[in-house]
């Protein structure tokens, strides 16, 4: 039955990843339907309702996502390298995987975030262009979506490793 579960909890994660990328690469087309006039590298361009409103969406969608998996897949604590290089690999790689999430979730939030706020309804803006800040955020929604699943898997082994003595 926990395998069952464990299988249901990535599936859900990864649904949540790939329906935030793919409204992030969305937003991107909304936004470029949008009237906007470019010289060089300035560019003027009015703000697009529907791509902020699918970029806030990918952005809680991706937040959702992450927190998901680190309530699930629980708290690895690791203090210094003395007890990394000790750890079990399930261990070291649930490790890996939580700090890479961290980062990836930092980076694609943040895409996200700048290229919703770029499109809210009172921002008409001039200045340098800024392109593809919604798209990357949807790439790295997919990105985020393998390292939380091989986050929640790893340490869902190490946990059974320690409860078992060793036989996940």
Same mark, same amino acid.
Not at 48 to 58: E, P
Not at 114 to 141: Q, V
């Given at each position: 039955?926990?395998?069952?579960?464990?299988?249901?909890?990535?599936?859900?994660?990864?649904?949540?990843?790939?329906?935030?990328?793919?409204?992030?690469?969305?937003?991107?087309?909304?936004?470029?339907?949008?009237?906007?006039?470019?010289?060089?590298?300035?560019?003027? @361009?009015?703000?697009?309702?529907?791509?902020?409103?699918?970029? *806030?969406?990918?952005?809680?969608? !991706?937040? /959702?996502? +992450?927190? #998901?998996?680190?309530?699930?897949?629980?708290?690895?604590?690791?203090?210094?390298?003395?007890?990394?290089?000790?750890?079990?690999?399930?261990?070291?790689?649930?490790?890996?995987?939580?700090?890479?999430?961290?980062?990836?979730?930092?980076?694609?939030?943040?895409?996200?975030?700048?290229?919703?706020?770029?499109?809210?309804?009172? @921002?008409?803006?001039?200045?340098?262009?800024?392109?593809?800040? *919604?798209?990357?955020?949807?790439? !790295?929604? /997919?990105? +985020?979506? #393998?390292?939380?699943?091989?986050?929640?898997?790893?340490?869902?082994?190490?946990?059974?490793?320690?409860?078992?003595?060793?036989?996940?």
């Amino acid at each position: 039955m926990a395998r069952v579960g464990g299988i249901f909890v990535c599936m859900l994660i990864v649904a949540m990843d790939a329906v935030a990328g793919i409204l992030g690469i969305e937003a991107e087309i909304a936004q470029n339907k949008v009237k906007h006039l470019r010289l060089w590298i300035f560019e003027c @361009r009015d703000p697009s309702q529907d791509a902020f409103k699918l970029g *806030l969406a990918a952005a809680a969608l !991706l937040a /959702f996502a +992450h927190i #998901l998996s680190n309530l699930l897949g629980g708290c690895m604590c690791i203090c210094n390298q003395d007890d990394f290089q000790k750890a079990s690999p399930n261990r070291q790689l649930s490790l890996v995987c939580l700090i890479f999430s961290w980062i990836i979730l930092a980076v694609g939030f943040s895409t996200l975030v700048i290229g919703t706020l770029s499109n809210h309804k009172s @921002r008409a803006s001039c200045g340098f262009s800024h392109h593809h800040f *919604l798209s990357i955020g949807g790439i !790295l929604c /997919f990105v +985020h979506a #393998l390292f939380s699943v091989a986050y929640y898997v790893s340490a869902t082994a190490a946990l059974n490793e320690e409860k078992y003595g060793g036989h996940a």
